[in-house]
């Protein structure tokens, strides 16, 4: 099933959001080493401009120690080579229209080329604020939706959200899409469109009273949050991101479209190589001062379930093996 899956992708043009994050790297890694036969990658990245977008991923993407064994393969020289083929940078924001793409040029080539969307956009702060949460998890949702209706053949949108949508329930919780409006308390229902508006209110009567950046910050952060556990979800992304499968759901039409839930990823687990891990985020921390001997010992309740999963090779294959039967089989 993997060569297959790899076929599959063989002269293919794949935009991938958020590529600077985790899950985009690996999956680019894994592409670019085994399919070097991609048609293209179009990769988007927040950044004032072409230049920058380029230095930003080839400082937080292709720099990376992830790459070493595809060096090790082609060489450096061939690495280089490889990305000046394949990969083409691009400034971007998916809060923005037409996912923040400003050059009629390079943005018409897109939607001429494209033949696979990968969204892995999104802001992960627990705890971040209400109208940066909204745009980016949210409503880039519904903005990577409308680039994808613009593309001339557009085969999937592959849209990444996370395993806690589901919120703190407990036992078994079926995988299943939200309605439109739907919460996790019952016939609360949420209007996605009341949620921006009250964001951007609260904003400017913040901006009018002459509030400071820290205090701005601190308000919405705490609106955001109030706003979450009101219909249910805990904290603020994983709000916004139930709120973004919404959208997606009630609006793909015809959009071949699949929604991947993952829990926290940690590092890879075999593939390139064993234990690749990046930044300090969640629960690296813990993992870090484990490894260095500073953390002895962690209370936990032993009936407590961790979710937590090392990135591997099966995980991304699924990615890949989702984005062929979406095109075989038309996945609605």
């Known amino acids: 099933m993997e060569a297959t899956c790899l076929q599959f992708l063989e002269n293919k043009t794949i935009l991938v959001t958020g590529a600077s994050g985790f899950l985009a790297k690996v999956l680019v890694e894994r592409i670019l080493r085994l399919q070097p036969n991609v048609k293209k990658l179009y990769l988007l990245v927040r950044a004032s401009d072409k230049k920058s977008a380029e230095q930003r991923l080839y400082k937080e993407v292709f720099k990376k120690e992830l790459f070493r064994v595809i060096k090790r393969n082609i060489g450096d020289e061939g690495l280089n080579t490889l990305i000046s083929e394949k990969v083409v940078p691009v400034p971007g924001d998916i809060s923005l229209k037409d996912i923040g793409v400003h050059d009629a040029n390079l943005l018409q080539d897109m939607m001429q080329d494209i033949d696979i969307i990968i969204n892995s956009a999104a802001t992960t702060r627990f705890d971040e604020r209400y109208d940066v949460a909204l745009g980016i998890n949210t409503f880039g949702a519904i903005n990577v939706l409308n680039f994808a209706k613009k593309c001339l053949k557009p085969k999937l949108l592959l849209h990444v959200s996370t395993a806690y949508v589901c919120g703190e329930r407990s036992g078994h919780i079926l995988e299943k899409p939200f309605a439109m409006g739907e919460t996790l308390k019952g016939k609360n229902k949420v209007d996605i469109n009341t949620e921006m508006r009250l964001a951007e209110q609260k904003l400017k009567q913040l901006i009018e009273q002459g509030c400071s950046k820290e205090q701005t910050e601190q308000v919405m952060k705490d609106l955001a949050l109030k706003r979450a556990k009101l219909y249910g979800w805990p904290n603020t992304y994983v709000f916004t991101k139930a709120m973004g499968e919404m959208l997606l759901g009630h609006y793909r039409g015809s959009m071949p479209t699949v929604i991947i839930r993952p829990t ?11 234990g690749w891990i990046e930044g300090l985020k969640t629960v690296d921390s813990v993992i870090l001062s484990y490894g260095k001997g500073m953390l002895k010992c962690f209370l936990v309740d032993q009936k407590t379930v961790c979710d937590i999963q090392q ?11 989702f984005t062929m039967l979406a095109h075989l089989t038309k996945i609605r």
């Open 264 to 274: 926290i990823i940690t590092s890879t687990i075999s593939d390139p190589f064993p």
């Open 311 to 321: 990135l591997n090779i099966s995980m991304i294959q699924e990615v890949i093996q």
